[in-house]
């Protein structure tokens, strides 16, 4: 069974740092298209970034500068670092796995997701 699990979400001042984490499980996704999203509350998914089984990668223009992802394919694990947080990043952070090798910043591109980890920045 194919398992995406977020981790490193939390409360942190306007200004701070995050680094998310997506373990994945259930098989390899070193050839995958990952990204990540995030719900702000009341508000539909929206795409914030992602990077192709050949890291490259793309933004959301609103983190674009301050959110850099990666992969660790030895680890099937996909990281977002979050700098110069703001309150309007408050969401809930998903993490999404692709069947294909490219990246993808629409969510109906992606198959897998995880259950998400809440990320609240205070001002």
């Known amino acids: 069974q194919v398992q995406l699990v977020e981790s490193g979400g939390g409360l942190v001042q306007a200004g701070g740092s995050l680094r998310l984490s997506c373990a994945a499980s259930?098989?390899?996704?070193?050839?995958?298209?990952m990204g990540w999203f995030r719900q702000p509350p009341g508000k539909e998914r929206e795409f914030v970034a992602t990077?192709?089984?050949?890291?490259?990668?793309y933004y959301a223009d609103s983190v674009k500068g301050r959110f850099t992802i990666s992969r660790d394919n030895a680890k099937n694990t996909v990281y977002l670092q979050m700098n110069s947080l703001k309150p309007e990043d408050t969401a809930v952070y998903y993490c999404?796995?692709?069947?294909?090798?490219?990246?993808?910043?629409?969510?109906?591109?992606?198959?897998?997701w995880g259950q998400g980890t809440q990320v609240t920045v205070s001002s």
């Open positions: 259930g098989r390899t996704f070193s050839s995958s298209g």
């Open positions: 990077i192709s089984w050949s890291r490259n990668t």
């Open positions: 999404a796995a692709a069947d294909g090798s490219s990246w993808y910043s629409k969510a109906g591109d992606y198959r897998y």
